[in-house]
């Protein structure tokens, strides 16, 4: 069914005039004619009463009339939508680490914001833990995603862009509450909240012990930060976790640790070879400009 007839049989509801209708539509009456005698004849239906000075919709031209306009209206949102679309405007789905949702990913959001004031971009944000939002990516549930880099992803795009310190937290009343700075083998006679091998912090806590070759004492393995950081504050045992603004307000203490040294890198994740709308290029564009790291 050809669109322009379509549109054709639009005009000529509301013209009720082949004359009149095929001046507005800037085409010969006879074209006009044939445009809606073959839409008649695809529809096995009579759209109009042709009368000697006016053509009036029949019962079932002024129902199909109900169905084209309401097609028309969509098909025509959908192409204002699109060439939107085309000029950087549209949704951005974000996915992000929790902590990083407290500072890093509002900064990003709101200077790339600042940057398009006169764009419509809206962003939808969604939080997880790495293996679920490295899933959700491969979905497309998300355009991009913030999180840890795993190695083993060989699909997905990994570019550093926050750094965080790892720091050893223990219950105030613990035997290791008074020290500033420690070595992580004098940690090891004590039972240790570990993360879940989901989790994106499990493989670098991993490394950071093996580079001393020795391995903890797990009590609880757990998913999120800020629950460990919870069970750690209540003597569950203690933790090696990344360095946040939430752990000043919990009854643990915050130890650095001297050696060996490590620290946590936050990546942009996007997948390889994957079309980008042009709202989310721009944006990957405006962080690896401004927040490389």
């Known amino acids: 069914m050809n669109l322009c007839h379509l549109r054709y049989f639009v005009v000529l509801a509301e013209m009720q005039h082949f004359r009149k209708a095929s001046e507005k539509l800037c085409i010969t009456q006879p074209s006009l004619s044939h445009a809606i005698s073959q839409l008649e004849s695809e529809l096995g239906v009579n759209l109009f009463d042709r009368q000697s000075r006016s053509s009036v919709l029949t019962k079932e031209g002024r129902q199909f009339l109900d169905y084209v306009q309401r097609s028309l209206a969509i098909l025509d949102d959908g192409v204002a939508t699109m060439q939107k679309v085309s000029l950087g405007e549209g949704v951005i789905k974000l996915g992000f680490l929790r902590t990083l949702g407290t500072a890093f990913v509002p900064e990003v959001a709101a200077a790339f914001l600042a940057t398009k004031p006169n764009k419509s971009i809206q962003f939808e944000f969604y939080t997880g833990i790495t293996s679920g939002l490295l899933e959700g990516l491969k ?11 795993f190695d083993e992803e060989t699909e997905v795009d990994f570019v550093p862009v926050e750094k965080q310190d790892l720091v050893l937290i223990v219950p105030r009343n613990h035997p290791l509450s008074n020290r500033h700075s420690i070595n992580l083998e004098e940690t090891l006679p004590y039972p240790q909240v570990y993360f879940t091998k989901g989790s994106g912090l499990r493989s670098i806590i ?19 930060d800020e629950v460990i950081a919870g069970l750690v504050s209540k003597g569950f045992g203690i933790a090696v976790v990344p360095y946040m603004e939430q752990l000043l307000r919990l009854n643990v203490k915050i130890i650095q640790i001297s050696s060996p040294s490590w620290e946590r890198s936050f990546h942009m994740a996007t997948l390889k070879n994957k079309y980008l709308s042009p709202v989310v290029q721009d944006f990957r564009k405006f962080v690896l400009e401004n927040y490389p790291k």
Not at 139 to 149: A, G, P, S, W
């Open 139 to 149: 979905q497309e549930k998300y355009d991009m995603v913030f999180c840890t880099k």
């Open 206 to 224: 991993d490394k950071l012990f093996r580079k001393i070759d020795k391995k903890p004492i797990i009590a609880y393995e757990v998913e999120e």
